[in-house]
């Protein structure tokens, strides 16, 4: 999921920034009538949506007619309105933040996955790891309280006893592991385990993705309507951003860099912007994109998906996915 919690992105100046046209080969852009639409992205600017900002820098929805606006996100700034009311053409949201909005009566679908394992972790210190979810029976883990049931859900995905586990609130924060006042956290794998990194803290990060806890995660959603309405211009925006994230992937630290350079007072670290795309790699490339193009998801994959949503206490149907602008896209 996109928004862990409302203050994931406090860490430490963790800055995950956007990208600039450094060593990204801009040419000329298509002189052709341009059409306005808006991109609302989950978070804060920063390296996490740099085939988005590649996209626009390279021109790759120029020259489909589009001029796409990058609406920041963050703690005061949700995915879900402004795509319900037409300011957003689509939106990066994930699988339980959609299935939240479609009970409440929102009429959206995710047309798009790019992150096809979900980023959230448990991390902790190599001299009391936690490799498995058997492990957190004993341990003591640092989370907010409101994410409660994602753990719940992973220990019944596992056969874990749950009221084995100590539950710490504490903030997004590494300190407190540091500190030893937990045994682990709850975070995303992409951003606290980076931050300990860099600073030179060797952490041990277990993928909840690995051990069944099957969430789409930055996702692009849609409105109905839109699908039905304005699938061209859709179709145009998915497919620069299909491109820009497969620059993204060929050359990272060119991303990172024009991430620095579109952002510049946003006080990103450059080893950290460059560590996070390293490990955004891995939840958002795979044989099944290699082979169907990115953003792809199977029936298989939804199944999974349903199950934990199920568990989770959002109950869906596989109709909350719609792959026909991918497959327009993909051919």
Known sequence: ?????????????????????????????VARAQTNVALQLSWLHSVQFAGSYIADERGFWAERGLNVRLDSGGPNAPVEPPVVSGTALVGISAADYTAAAVQQGAPFRIIAVAMQNNPFAITSLPDNPVNSPAD?????????TANTPVL?????????????????????????????????????????????????IEATVMLMADFGYTLHSQTYIAT??????????????IAGEVQGWEEYRRDLEAATDLTLARFPDAGLDRDT??????????????????ANGFGWWTDETVAQNIETLDLLGMPVSADLWDRSILEEVHG
Request: glycine share 10%; hydrophobic share 45%; charged share 20%.
């Open 224 to 237: 109905d309507d839109s699908i039905a309405t304005r699938r061209a211009e859709l179709v145009a925006l």
């Open 273 to 290: 912007q460059l560590e996070q795309a390293r490990r955004q790699v891995p939840l958002m490339f795979s044989d099944l994109t290699d």
């Open 136 to 144: 957190l029976e004993g341990k003591r883990i640092g989370m907010a």
């Open 152 to 200: 719940r859900t992973l220990a019944t995905l596992n056969d874990v006893d749950f009221d084995a586990i100590t539950i710490i609130p504490t903030q997004y924060d590494a300190a407190p592991l540091i500190a030893g006042e937990v045994d682990c956290l709850l975070t995303w794998s992409t951003d606290i385990p980076v931050s300990m990194s860099v600073r030179g």
């Open 1 to 29: 999921m996109t928004r862990l919690i409302m203050s994931r992105r406090h860490l430490m100046g963790m800055g995950l920034g956007s990208l600039g046209a450094l060593g990204l080969g801009l040419g000329p852009r």
